[in-house]
C-alpha cells in the first residue's frame, strides 16, 4: 500500500519537468563536441572525396581493434622530389622489368608466403622495391596498396629507392660504438662524399649503418658485399675503401 | 659458484666425447666459423688448413671440419685441436707452420696459444684457459663441440634422445612438470617460468596451436642467440619437437632476424636434414605425432622481439605491440593459442629432460635455477661467448670468465641488456647474476648482452647511444615512448654538444618516469633504463658536462680538443701524413702542432702514435675561462 503511493509520488513529481528523451529519428538533439559516437570518414566538402588515405595508422593503434582499412587509396605512394633525383636514379627506376617479380609472384599462389617474405623476395630481385612493383604485388594478390606501403616502411630492411653496386654496412652496435664506430662512418662519409644511408651518384655505393652484426670481438666491423672487415680504424677504413673505389672506377660525390 | 663435488659439468662430458676424433687415431683440425671469426677470417684459415693438409701428405691422417662458435672470440679466428690445443689468431699464412710443426711433428707452435694477461704465460689446453674453467655450459653444450651442419655428430652426442623419451615415454603433463620442476625461466629478458607458460598454453582448448622461437635477437652487442643457432641448431629444433609434444602444436616458427645469415641458412639445412630423418614432420619417432617448422625472417625491426609484434610480424603486418590481455597463450598467432620461447630456453629443454629437473636445478640462484649464456664484450681480455650458474657475481663473469680489463685500463661499468638495460658500476661488482638482484641495481639480464667498459667510455654518450637507438625503434603506437623518447634523445644532444642548462638531468629523470608508465610494451616500458642508470650512478659525469663543459672520458667531441705534447712527439711524421685534413704540422724530428681550427677531430693521429704523444684534452680551457669570470666579478 505504501509502496504504491510512492510510486505515485515519484510519477507526479516528474509530470512538470522537462522531458529527456526525444522522439529519434523524428528528433534529434545536439551532442557535446567530445561525445563518442560511430567512426565515419570525413568528407572534403570542395572536392566531395573522402580524406582518409588509408595510412593504417588508425587500424594499428585501435585499443580494441575495432577499425579494418580494406581499400585501397586512391592517392599514390609520395613521389620523392624530382629535383633531387640524379639522372643515373630514373634511369634504375625505369629499368623496373615486371617480368622478374612472376617467380615471386608464383611462390605466392604456389606456397602462401607472407606479405614480408614476398617483399624479401622482391627486393631481392630488384635491390629495392620499385613502385610499380609494389603495385603490382597489391594487384595481384589483393592487399591493399596501403598495408604493403606501411609494412615496407615500417621495416629497416626495406628500401624505397634504388641502392648502389656495393652497400657497405657498418656495425653500430654497442661494442662498435664503443670501440669507435662513429668515427668509421665518418671516415667513409667523407671518403664517399655522401651522408650515411645515402648513395653516391654514380651509383656505386650505399654507406648504411647496421644494428649489431654479431662479431663483437672485432669491434668495429663493416662489411661490403659479401666481404667482412674487422677491428677498423678510421685510417685503415680510408684504405680500404680507396682500394675498393679504385677497383670499381667510382669517383667521390 | 656452485660445489663443484655436486655439480654437473657439461664440460666434462665435452673432453670424453666420441665426436670428431678420428677412429683410427690421427688428428682433427676443427676451425670455428662462428660469426666474429669468420669476421677475423677464418674461412681462409678453414681453406689454408685443407690445402696444407694435403700438401703435407697428411690427407688420410687429418680431418679438417668447422664448428660453431667456440666461445673465446677474441682470438678468432680459432682452431682446436684433437688434444685440444687451441690456436688463436691464426692467418692463413701461419697455418703451414701449425701443420708442420704440430700436426707433423707434434710441436705445438707458442706463439699462437693463448697467453695468460697476467703471467704471460701461454696455456695450450683449452679447458685450462680461465675463460673456460669459471663456465658450466648447459644451452651451449655442444656449440663449438660438433659440425653445427651435420646431423650425425649431434646424433652422436645424444641429440634427439631427449625428445625420442619425451614423445614416446612421457605424457604431455609429465613434460610441463618437468620443465617447471626444472625452474628455468625465460632466457629472452623478462624471465617469465617457462613450465608455468607451457602450462597455460597446454590448457588453452584449440583445434590448432602455435609454437613460435624468437630468434630476435635485437640487442646490440648481444649474439647468443646467434651462436646457438649457428652453432647447435638441432638443439633448438629438438627443443621446439618437445615443446610440441607438451602443449599439443602441430605448426611451430622460427622468427629469426635477417641479419643473422649464418645462422639462417645453417637452420635452413637443419630444418631440412631433421624432415628427412623423421625427426620432424607427419610421423615423429614412428608415434604418429605431427610437427612441422617453418622459418620467417625478420626484416629489421628491434620491437619484434617483443611477442605480440612478433606475431603481428608473422602475420605479415606491421610489427606494433598489442596490449595484453588476452595472452598469446590463449590468443596469439592468427588468434590460437601460441606458445613463445626464447632460442636459448628452449636450446635448455632437451638438457632438462636428458638430465631431469632435478640436475638442472641444482644450479643457479634461489629464484634464478640454471645457467644464462652471455655475449661478453667490450674492453675486455676475453671477450666471447660465455655461460655462467645464474647466481655468479658479476666480478666472476668479468674478472674470471673475462679476464678482466684489456690493456691494463680501469673496470668502470658493465652495460647489461642492452638497450633495455643499465650500467653496473664497479661499486655493485658483487652483484650476482639473478633476475632479481640486477632488477634492483636498475639493470637487468636481458637477454644476456654484457657490454663492458673502461675510463675511456663516456657514459653520458653512452646513453645517448642506447637511447637514439630506441628511438629509432620505437614503432610509434605509444606518445610516450615516440615522442618521450625524442625529447629525452633532445635533451642529451644538448649535453654532449656542450649546451647542457641546470635542471636537464632533472628533467631527464621526469620524462623517463612517464615513458616507462605510459609504454604498452617493454621497448618503451625500459628504453630509458641506460639514461636513468647512468644518472643514478655516474650523476658526476653528467654533471661535469652540462657545468664545466667537460667531458671526463674525453669522448664528446664538441667537448674536446687534440694537442701534442712536445715532450713524447718524436717528431715521426706519421700523424701528419695520416691526417685527413692536414691540419698537422711540424718539421721530422720536430715536435708536431695540431691546427685546431681546422681538426675535425676524427681520432686518426691518436690511434697512429706510437709514442701515446697525442692527447685529449677537455674543460680545462672552458674551465680558465670561468675562474676568469670568476676573478673579474671578485
Known amino acids: ?53 588509408s595510412c593504417t595508422l588508425c587500424e594499428s593503434n585501435c585499443p580494441v581493434q575495432v577499425i579494418r582499412v580494406n581499400h585501397t587509396s586512391k592517392y599514390r605512394l609520395p613521389v620523392p622530389n624530382a629535383a633531387r633525383i640524379s639522372e643515373a636514379r630514373l634511369a634504375a627506376q625505369q629499368g623496373v622489368d615486371l617480368k622478374d617479380l612472376q617467380p615471386v609472384l608464383d611462390e605466392f599462389y604456389e606456397h602462401g608466403t607472407g606479405l614480408i617474405a614476398m617483399l624479401q623476395d622482391a627486393q631481392d630481385v630488384y635491390g629495392y622495391l620499385p613502385r610499380v612493383a609494389l603495385q603490382e604485388i597489391s594487384l595481384q594478390t589483393g592487399v591493399p596498396l596501403s598495408q604493403i606501403y606501411g609494412v615496407s616502411t615500417f621495416y629497416n630492411q626495406f628500401r624505397l629507392s634504388p641502392v648502389g653496386e656495393h652497400i657497405i654496412d657498418v656495425c653500430h652496435g654497442t661494442a662498435c660504438h664503443v670501440a669507435g664506430a662513429v668515427q668509421i662512418t665518418e671516415a667513409l662519409e667523407e671518403e664517399l662524399g655522401v651522408a650515411d644511408g645515402k648513395t653516391t651518384s654514380d651509383m656505386k655505393f650505399t654507406l648504411s649503418s647496421v644494428a649489431c652484426m654479431g662479431a663483437c670481438s672485432q669491434a668495429p666491423v663493416m662489411r661490403i658485399g659479401d666481404q667482412t672487415y674487422g677491428g677498423l680504424t678510421p685510417d685503415s677504413t680510408r684504405r680500404i675503401i680507396r682500394d675498393l673505389m679504385e677497383q670499381v672506377g667510382a669517383t667521390k660525390g | 659458484m656452485t660445489d663443484e663435488t655436486t655439480t654437473p659439468r657439461p664440460h666434462d662430458d665435452a673432453r670424453n666425447v666420441s665426436v670428431g676424433e678420428r677412429p683410427g687415431g690421427g688428428w682433427t683440425v676443427k676451425v670455428c666459423a662462428g660469426t666474429a671469426c669468420v669476421f677475423a677470417g677464418s674461412m681462409a684459415v678453414y681453406d689454408a688448413f685443407v690445402q696444407e693438409v694435403r700438401e703435407a701428405g697428411l690427407a688420410d691422417q687429418v680431418d679438417v671440419s668447422i664448428i660453431g662458435c667456440h666461445g673465446l672470440c677474441s682470438m678468432s679466428p680459432v682452431a682446436v685441436l684433437s688434444d685440444d690445443t687451441l690456436y688463436g689468431h691464426l692467418k692463413p699464412r701461419d697455418v703451414a707452420k701449425v701443420v708442420d710443426e704440430h700436426l707433423r711433428n707434434g710441436r705445438p707452435v707458442e706463439r699462437f696459444l693463448y697467453k695468460d694477461a697476467q703471467t704471460g704465460e701461454r696455456i695450450r689446453d683449452w679447458h685450462d684457459i680461465g675463460f673456460y674453467k669459471a663456465q658450466t655450459r648447459i644451452a651451449l653444450r655442444d656449440v663449438g663441440v660438433i659440425d653445427p651442419e651435420s646431423l650425425d655428430e649431434y646424433l652422436a652426442r645424444g641429440g634427439y634422445e631427449a625428445a625420442r623419451t619425451a614423445l614416446t615415454t612421457m605424457t604431455q603433463e609429465q613434460v610441463i612438470q618437468e620443465v617447471t620442476d626444472s625452474g628455468i625461466r625465460g632466457r629472452g629478458g623478462a624471465g617469465f617460468p617457462t613450465g608455468v607458460k607451457w602450462k597455460f598454453a597446454h590448457q588453452s582448448q584449440s583445434d590448432v596451436k602455435y609454437l613460435i622461437c624468437n630468434a630476435d635477437e635485437g640487442d646490440p652487442g648481444a649474439f647468443m642467440d646467434c651462436s646457438i643457432l649457428e652453432g647447435d641448431p638441432h638443439a633448438v629444433i629438438e ?24 645462422a639462417v641458412k645453417r637452420l635452413t639445412k637443419a630444418v631440412a636434414d631433421a624432415e628427412a630423418r623423421g625427426f620432424l614432420g607427419g610421423d615423429v619417432f614412428g608415434t604418429g605425432w605431427e610437427f612441422n617448422l617453418h622459418l620467417k625472417l625478420g626484416a629489421g625491426a628491434f620491437v619484434c622481439g617483443e611477442e605480440t609484434a612478433l606475431i603481428a610480424s608473422i602475420e605479415g603486418k606491421r610489427g606494433m605491440p598489442r596490449a595484453r590481455p588476452p595472452f598469446p597463450a590463449v590468443s596469439g598467432l592468427w588468434g590460437r593459442p601460441t606458445n613463445i620461447n626464447n632460442v636459448e630456453t628452449w636450446a635448455n629443454v632437451p638438457w632438462i629432460i636428458a638430465h631431469g629437473a632435478a640436475e638442472y636445478n ?68 658483487d652483484t650476482p647474476v639473478d633476475y632479481e638482484s640486477l632488477a634492483a641495481t636498475g639493470a637487468i639480464v636481458g637477454s ?56 636537464d638531468i632533472e628533467l631527464l629523470e621526469e620524462l623517463g618516469s612517464y615513458v616507462v608508465e605510459g609504454s604498452l610494451c617493454a621497448l618503451g616500458g625500459t628504453a630509458p633504463n641506460p639514461v636513468l642508470t647512468t644518472i643514478k650512478y655516474f650523476r658526476d659525469e653528467y654533471e661535469a658536462h652540462i657545468r664545466e663543459k667537460r667531458c671526463p672520458a674525453g669522448k664528446c667531441k664538441a667537448l674536446i680538443t687534440y694537442y701534442i705534447d712536445p715532450e713524447l712527439c718524436t717528431g715521426c711524421m706519421l700523424c701528419a701524413k695520416k691526417c685527413p685534413t692536414v691540419c698537422i704540422s711540424g718539421e721530422k724530428k720536430q715536435p708536431h702542432v695540431i691546427d685546431t681550427a681546422e681538426c675535425i677531430k676524427c681520432d686518426t693521429c691518436r690511434q697512429v702514435c706510437k709514442f701515446d704523444a697525442v692527447k685529449v684534452r677537455s674543460g680545462d680551457l672552458v674551465a680558465a675561462v670561468a675562474a676568469a669570470c670568476e676573478g673579474d666579478e671578485g
Not at chain 2, 239 to 255: C, K, P, Q, R, T
Not at chain 2, 393 to 399: D, Y
Request: charged share 25%; hydrophobic share 35%; proline share 5%.
Open chain 1, 1 to 53: 500500500m505504501l509502496g504504491m503511493f510512492k510510486a505515485m509520488r515519484q510519477t507526479l513529481r516528474h509530470l512538470p519537468m522537462k522531458k529527456v528523451t526525444v522522439q529519434y529519428p523524428e528528433e534529434r538533439i545536439t551532442l557535446p563536441a567530445r561525445s563518442r559516437g560511430l567512426f565515419r570518414v570525413v568528407i572534403d566538402p570542395s572536392n566531395g572525396e573522402p580524406r582518409c588515405r
Open chain 2, 239 to 262: 627443443g621446439m619437437l618437445i615443446g610440441s609434444w607438451a602443449i599439443g602444436a602441430h605448426e611451430g616458427y622460427v622468427y629469426v632476424r635477417a641479419e643473422y645469415p649464418l
Open chain 2, 362 to 429: 641444482k644450479l643457479g640462484a634461489e629464484n634464478s635455477r640454471g645457467t644464462k649464456a652471455f655475449s661478453l664484450a667490450g674492453k675486455l681480455v676475453n671477450g666471447g661467448l660465455a655461460e655462467v650458474p645464474m647466481g655468479s657475481t658479476l666480478r666472476e663473469v668479468i674478472f674470471d670468465v673475462g679476464g678482466g680489463i684489456k690493456d691494463g685500463r680501469e673496470f668502470k661499468a658493465v652495460q647489461l641488456g642492452g638497450p633495455s638495460g643499465g650500467c653496473v658500476p664497479a661499486s655493485l661488482l
Open chain 2, 448 to 503: 644476456g648482452g654484457m657490454v663492458v667498459v673502461d675510463d675511456q667510455t663516456c657514459m653520458v654518450d653512452l646513453a645517448r647511444f642506447f637511447l637514439q637507438f630506441t628511438q629509432n625503434e620505437s614503432c610509434g603506437k605509444c606518445v610516450p615512448c615516440r615522442l618521450g623518447t625524442k625529447r629525452m634523445l633532445e635533451t642529451l644532444d644538448r649535453i654532449v654538444e656542450g649546451e647542457g642548462r641546470e635542471g
